[in-house]
């Protein structure tokens, strides 16, 4: 299951009455506004990446800069020296690329780039070979400067004439804190979740169409081998030098679900097994490493997600956490029946189906000459049905319904070029593809700024 972000904190019940809680909800500022995406003049979804500043009258994004503080950067192209001593400072953007408002020069301090100062561009200027770069202040370089159109720098932008964008928690549930962007003009933006018991940040789950979700914790590592020829018992590798991980995931192919655990004793094995294609085979690992066994499954709470029918088509996903309540990642689009999220295609965004597969270029006939574009689709305990299959083509991408199950022979074109018989994975089922759907059966939205 893909994870995304945390979208949109709404209102929370206290008393047993719904009221708006005012540092929880996403709301503009006197100088920093909003980004929605509006779908039919009614459900929204808030862009969490990016404000715009009323005063510059341009985007900007929260970048942590060299002095600690955040402030609402503009878009601005990457400024290098051109000098082996760091003294003569040229923006640069990649050949072809449109021509920057801004030069920002970044200095590394603590393993980390960050912006130091910003330039207004003035024009082009004649290419530089080399470049060289400030890092803890060395200047290092020279370094290959082909391939980018260089531009001559302006006056510098005082920072103070920025916004400063803070990061503080906003609200607590039973079992998720939330915390987001916030500004001493007034903007507050939700944008993270904590969980509360085991204190780490956490994410919540993408479930198309299922009735609840959970917030597993970003911390995990993912496991891929087990201590017991049956696949049963999982273990984890660590390298030389690496400190063992609290907690890991496993993902199960076999049932598309995904479970957390602890992280147990430290094991002694001589192999080590994993599963491929549906077998349990051994496989040779470092005898450097170190290996722990997988302690208990992690119960992560259950929260509730429910659509919102009065919204329209394009519904919100109402996620419950005792008094909090949340958006899910996803939408629901009540004329197709199906969750969605918003994607851009042709340039413009639309809240596509979640559940989505690929097509294959597939034929029914041994010599490749009968096309039948045909998703294979895998099926499982936790996998969400599509109803959507994608492809890539001369015209570029195009969207399918899925049609009834294939259940015929099969055939694609090798890399050898030549025709042969292609098998359905176990665990999966073909399913036909239709023609295009033409892109207005999705709901549009619309990118409008805070008035």
Same mark, same amino acid.
């Given at each position: 299951?893909?994870?995304?972000? /945390? ?11 719904? !009221? ?205 081998? /087990? ?91 109402? !996620? ?42 597939? /034929? ?12 294979? !689709? ?74």
């Amino acid at each position: 299951m893909r994870r995304l972000p /945390f979208a949109l904190l709404l209102a929370v019940t206290a008393c047993g009455e719904d !009221v708006a809680l005012d540092p929880g909800v996403a709301r503009s500022g006197s100088r920093l506004a909003l980004y929605r995406y509006v779908y039919d003049q009614a459900t929204d979804e808030v862009e969490t990446r990016w404000f715009h500043d009323r005063v510059r009258d341009e985007r900007c994004t929260p970048r942590r800069w060299s002095d600690g503080v955040t402030y609402c950067t503009p878009d601005a192209a990457e400024a290098v020296y051109i000098t082996a001593d760091c003294t003569q400072l040229h923006a640069r953007a990649p050949e072809g690329a449109p021509a920057p408002v801004y030069g920002l020069r970044h200095y590394w301090l603590e393993r980390t780039w960050h912006p130091s100062r910003l330039y207004r561009v003035v024009g082009p200027t004649r290419p530089a070979e080399m470049y060289w770069e400030l890092r803890d202040g060395a200047c290092l370089g020279p370094y290959n400067g082909a391939g980018f159109t260089y531009y001559a720098l302006g006056e510098e932008i005082d920072r103070a004439g920025l916004v400063r964008v803070t990061r503080p928690e906003l609200a607590q549930g039973h079992h998720l804190a939330v915390s987001g962007y916030a500004s001493a003009d007034g903007l507050q933006v939700p944008t993270a979740l904590r969980d509360l018991e085991l204190d780490v940040p956490c994410a919540l789950d993408e479930r198309p169409g299922a009735a609840t979700t959970a917030c597993p914790p970003d911390d995990a590592v993912s496991a891929r081998y /087990f201590r017991d020829a049956a696949c049963r018992e999982l273990a984890i590798q660590v390298g030389i030098g690496q400190e063992p991980p609290t907690r890991v995931r496993y993902f199960d192919e076999s049932s598309g679900c995904t479970s957390y655990h602890s992280v147990a004793e430290e094991i002694e094995v001589p192999l080590l097994y994993q599963q491929v294609g549906g077998a349990c085979v051994d496989v040779v690992v470092s005898t450097n490493d170190r290996f722990y066994a997988a302690g208990p499954t992690l119960a992560l709470a259950p929260l509730d997600r429910v659509p919102d029918p009065a919204a329209g088509r394009i519904q919100p996903i109402h !996620v419950t956490d005792g008094a909090l309540r949340l958006r899910d990642p996803l939408l629901h689009d009540a004329a197709l029946g199906v969750d969605c999220r918003r994607a851009e295609l042709d340039g413009t965004s639309y809240c596509i189906p979640a559940a989505i597969v690929d097509a294959l270029p597939l /034929f029914t006939d041994a010599a490749c000459t009968a096309a039948q574009p045909t998703a294979i !689709v895998r099926e499982g305990a936790c996998v969400p049905e599509p109803t959507i299959a994608t492809a890539l083509g001369p015209a570029g991408q195009t969207l399918h319904a899925l049609e009834a199950p294939h259940t015929g022979a099969l055939f694609h074109i090798s890399t050898g070029e030549q025709c042969v018989p292609y098998t359905v994975p176990a665990g999966h089922v073909a399913r036909t593809v239709g023609p295009a759907l033409p892109l207005s059966t999705f709901a549009r939205a619309e990118l409008v700024v805070d008035p």
